[in-house]
């Protein structure tokens, strides 16, 4: 008779949640219980799979992981890396593994995610947010498979997400540029096609109205993600155009990143003649000359965040909900009193 993991958690007297534990290397296990069961793992001759963890647990503890979007983020973006790190320590906290979902052949193939995340019978999965969104995102977020999406609004039975408050990073930085005398405020924005460039653009306008200041659709530019490069021929853009603004909002640190090269390029100074903010407080940003000022999302507990409410969607101890992150602007040297 084949032994199974609740035969070797009976005979250590331990439930089958720590044999997977032992099994999956996580430390929160103590040192005498972890040696008596890989004592009866040896005696019985036990070679743990996955499909005997999944049988005796009725659960994988697998979390797939899917960068979504046909122009999808990768782990060249350290805003989503850091979310992610923080992300994989918590829930492998709770016993999970994580399974990345590769969308390279997705597109020539026609394949979609529910498909695949039944195949190998993922517990949950966590959506990172990318532009374009593909159709088959939406039939996963319908789907029974609980989901937590990062800056991507799910709106199914076992679905959740979470984003920082993007209007609020918006009104925490005109608020800044206006406390500091600036009126004439240009904003570099993201993808239109990109939820979250959009929500941003959105708050711009909406913050500068509610400081009485005018909204210059010329000094509204969008790069085609939030890279440098985009960054960089955006303010080249509003570098040549009949009239310079005191101050820009680059939706992305690392598009600010672009557009103080551009500006240095131009002989401008910063923030004597260009005032910057940028979003996220990515580390590079303390080290960039000037260090930049951006609004800090708070991404360590993004993650945590992320990882407990998928958690709790997987255990039925919470419904569809929708958490808005605060945001808080890192002050440095990129924008003066004018």
Request: overall charge negative; charged content about 25%; hydrophobic content about 40%.
């Amino acid at each position: 008779m084949k032994i199974t993991i609740k035969d070797i958690a009976k005979l250590a007297g331990v439930s089958p949640a720590t044999v997977s534990k032992i099994i999956n290397n996580y430390e929160d296990v103590g040192e005498a219980t972890r040696k008596r069961v890989l004592e009866i793992m040896e005696q019985q001759g036990y070679r743990p799979t996955y499909s005997a963890q999944t049988l005796a647990t009725k659960k994988s503890n697998l979390i797939g992981v899917i960068f979504a979007g046909k122009v999808n983020v990768d782990f060249n973006n350290p805003f989503f890396i850091e979310i992610m790190n923080s992300f994989k320590k918590t829930i492998g906290g709770l016993g999970y593994d994580l399974l990345f979902f590769s969308n390279e052949q997705f597109h020539a193939h026609q394949e979609d995610y529910l498909a695949r995340c039944r195949y190998y019978q993922v517990d949950g999965c966590i959506i990172i947010n990318g532009d374009e969104i593909e159709p088959s995102i939406h039939d996963l977020d319908a789907s029974e498979i609980p989901c937590i999406g990062v800056d991507i609004v799910l709106s199914g039975n076992k679905s959740g997400y979470l984003m920082t408050d993007n209007y609020k990073v918006s009104s925490k930085v005109v608020e800044h540029f206006y406390l500091l005398g600036h009126r004439e405020i240009a904003h570099i924005g993201g993808n239109p096609n990109a939820v979250i460039a959009g929500l941003r653009t959105d708050g711009f306008r909406q913050s500068l109205r509610e400081y009485g200041l005018t909204v210059r659709e010329d000094w509204i530019v969008h790069g085609e993600d939030f890279f440098e490069e985009s960054g960089y021929r955006a303010m080249k853009k509003l570098l040549g155009g009949e009239e310079l603004p005191q101050a820009v909002f680059a939706a992305s640190d690392l598009m600010a990143f672009g557009a103080i090269r551009a500006i240095k390029e131009s002989g401008l100074r910063i923030p004597e003649d260009v005032a910057i903010i940028g979003c996220d407080d990515i580390d590079a940003c303390r080290y960039i000359d000037p260090p930049l000022t951006t609004v800090r999302q708070d991404k360590v507990k993004m993650g945590k965040l992320a990882a407990y409410m998928l958690s709790d969607l997987i255990d039925g101890k919470m419904e569809s909900s929708a958490v808005m992150v605060e945001p808080e602007l890192a002050v440095r040297k990129t924008c003066g009193a004018r």
